[in-house]
């Protein structure tokens, strides 16, 4: 909405939305995952209790598994610098228990 002089007027529920998406966005989440995750959600409606459960139920399964990647990131960073795991057969960030040997040989991730 306008008012008389003009200015921009936006509801609550829509302001609530982008301070959600700039305060995700400084904790490094792309603005893809953030379309993805609210994509499912009416964006031109004030969301149900059921639809912020269940976005709440999708946020913290992302960022659960973001927690676990950063750990296992955290545990093993002395081993990752200057490794050159492209190279490695057993990586335990990209390529832990040899999962990729399955995809050929060389660099399959860059193929």
Not at 10 to 27: H, I, W
Not at 52 to 65: A, E
Request: glycine content about 6%; charged content about 25%; hydrophobic content about 35%.
């Amino acid at each position: 909405m306008r008012t008389q002089g003009n200015q921009r007027r936006y509801a609550r529920d829509v302001l609530r939305r982008v301070s959600f998406v700039k305060a995700a966005q400084s904790l490094g989440i792309s603005l893809g995952e953030i379309l993805s995750l609210l994509k499912p959600f009416p964006s031109t409606e004030k969301l149900s209790a059921e639809d912020v459960s269940n976005m709440i139920s999708l946020w913290k399964n992302m960022l659960q598994d973001r927690i676990e990647r950063l750990t296992i990131l955290s545990q093993h960073i002395d081993k990752c610098i200057g490794c050159g795991c492209l190279s490695r057969a057993d990586c335990p960030l990209i390529n832990d228990n040899d999962h990729l040997q399955s995809r050929g040989k060389g660099a399959v991730l860059l193929s």
